[in-house]
């Protein structure tokens, strides 16, 4: 009897642990608001755009070194076009909305974007094979990278409710796509407090909010006040804080036509200077060749060389007095600058009350009707996977932990070994953190007006990575010289009589004079030992 207890109690558990683990399933698979994983074909159930620009060609892939297939960028410099319907739009206000999805440079990637876009209800007549770069969506959200461009877009189309119109508003300094051929999980949270949150690989990247000017470019809610279109600078109205000194009055002493340079009267001929013996002498090594015609070629000249007798004399040839510069030398005369009694300062118009202005407690999202990929890449080799959009960030962070993690450390432990393997080339593990480092002060917000130039250097250093010290320390140069403009504001103005015009002149004359001696070295290299005879 109280065996048949016992087997009984576990039957018992047995049942209410697949009845709680049922419900924990089906629990999960409600709150995945669409979800595509791409082991079954894409044909058949996403559509591919007809218009004639988009001619790259989509295949259903296994993920290298994985079982697991993603949709495919299959071919280089083409522009893609892919679309899916969902079935019921998915409504992305009043409560949390989590956007996610993988994506693997599996060739690595020098240009090309990664991004999903998430489509409104389109207008009436539209059908998924008229996806194209004009239909409009709701949010964009991937990573893009191409020259000075390196960034995971967050871009939000808002509706201005005063005007009607669609504005695209852009996070501001997002953050920095990874630069290697790993899988990469990418994650934005919308909560309903206004708040966005990025993550790249389940790690938190940004955190912004809609309503805020600091994190959106525009800003969803408009400035209350605008410049006024219709006012107009008037005639009189004089910006100019300096001016040149009417009553100024040129120095008598001051000669403008005082040649910048002059002889030096006190220098001397060193002694051993070598007056009778040229530069450059016949090559007493030449010999003509046995082909060589006179009179179809000319009389046979010697190709010259240095005269090592000149190596060890302080000088050959004519001797002539060095240049100094001239102490009487002024260049041009300019009157003093004085300050501008009829400055006004700078004219602005003034400002009127802004026609589209609108308050705003959350934003208004359009309801999501579809999820598209629509990009031009020079990269092939960029697969997708695992798109999700749920209204549980716990569906999204199990999502991470079952299907990307194992194949992300996977890929990482490959790339060890292979790194380890190919010893000093390609990037180290301590140079790819160098990098992901680089990358993440290039997006400092002071840094902005930089990020282009130090976005180039760092490229250029991926490509050559026995360089990762001289970049460290051309970046760390920039960023001194950023702190330095800020703390002191940068240089003063000089004054123009310090530093007159001819000046500027002179030194153009001298870089063209330098093109021109280097194109002269070149002709000389490329001459060949025959040398005609000059015709006087």
């Not at 049942?15 to 698979?29: E, G, K, T």
């Not at 739009?89 to 993988?102: N, R, S």
């Not at 809610?221 to 000194?245: M, Q």
């Not at 030194?507 to 002709?523: Q, V």
Request: charged share 35%; net charge negative; with cysteine.
């Amino acid at each position: 009897m109280g065996e048949a207890k016992r087997v009984s109690l576990r039957l018992a558990i047995v049942f209410l642990v697949a009845f709680i683990s049922f419900s924990q399933l089906r629990a999960s698979d409600d709150d995945k608001i669409f979800y595509e994983s791409f082991e079954e074909s894409f044909e058949g159930r996403w559509t591919v755009s007809d218009k004639d620009e988009y001619k790259g060609v989509w295949k259903h892939s296994k993920s290298e070194g994985h079982d697991e297939y993603g949709l495919l960028v299959s071919e280089k410099a083409r522009k893609y076009a892919i679309v899916k319907e969902l079935k019921n739009p998915a409504i992305i206000k009043d409560g949390t909305i989590v956007l996610q999805f993988e994506t693997r440079f599996q060739n690595g990637l020098e240009c090309g974007g990664a991004y999903l876009k998430y489509l409104r209800p389109q207008d009436a007549g539209w059908t998924p094979k008229d996806f194209d770069n004009d239909s409009p969506y709701s949010i964009m959200f991937g990573p893009d990278k191409c020259g000075a461009t390196n960034k995971v877009h967050f871009i939000l189309k808002h509706k201005n409710p005063k005007s009607g119109e669609y504005n695209e508003h852009h996070l501001k300094f997002p953050p920095s796509v990874p630069s290697d051929k790993l899988t990469h999980v990418y994650t934005a949270i919308l909560k309903p407090d206004n708040e966005l949150r990025i993550l790249i690989d389940g790690e938190e990247k940004k955190k912004a909010n809609f309503l805020s000017s600091d994190d959106f470019e525009p800003p969803l809610i408009p400035a209350k006040t605008i410049p006024d279109p219709d006012d107009k600078k008037p005639e009189d109205w004089d910006e100019r804080a300096k001016i040149p000194d009417p009553n100024a009055v040129k120095p008598d002493d001051w000669d403008e036509d005082a040649p910048m340079e002059i002889e030096d009267e006190d220098a001397v001929k060193p002694e051993g200077w070598l007056d009778d013996e040229p530069e450059e002498i016949d090559d007493p090594e030449a010999t003509k060749p046995e082909d060589w015609d006179d009179e179809e070629d000319g009389e046979w000249e010697a190709p010259k060389v240095d005269n090592p007798k000149c190596e060890t004399a302080p000088g050959c040839g004519e001797w002539k007095r060095p240049m100094k510069r001239n102490p009487a030398y002024k260049g041009k005369w300019h009157a003093p600058l004085i300050d501008n009694p009829n400055y006004k300062g700078i004219w602005k118009p003034q400002e009127i009350p802004n026609p589209s202005y609108f308050e705003l407690e959350e934003p208004d999202f359009e309801p999501i009707a579809a999820v598209g990929i629509e990009i031009w890449t020079m990269q092939d080799g960029i697969l997708f996977g695992n798109i999700l959009i749920a209204d549980d960030e716990k569906v999204a962070e199990s999502l991470r932990l079952t299907k990307w993690k194992p194949k992300f450390d996977l890929e990482k432990e490959k790339q060890k070994a292979e790194d380890a393997a190919a010893g000093t080339d390609g990037l180290t593990g301590i140079q790819k953190k160098v990098f992901d480092l680089l990358y993440q002060i290039a997006d400092i917000p002071f840094l902005s007006q930089h990020k282009d130039k130090i976005f180039d250097i760092i490229e250029k250093a991926e490509k050559q990575p026995n360089l990762t010290l001289g970049i460290l320390i051309s970046i760390v140069v920039v960023i001194f010289s950023v702190l330095i403009k800020i703390i002191f504001g940068g240089k003063k103005p000089a004054k123009v009589e310090d530093k007159p015009a001819p000046v500027a002149e002179t030194s153009n004359k001298e870089g063209s004079s330098g093109e021109k001696a280097e194109e002269k070295e070149d002709d000389g290299a490329a001459a060949a030992p025959r040398r005609r005879r000059r015709e006087n």
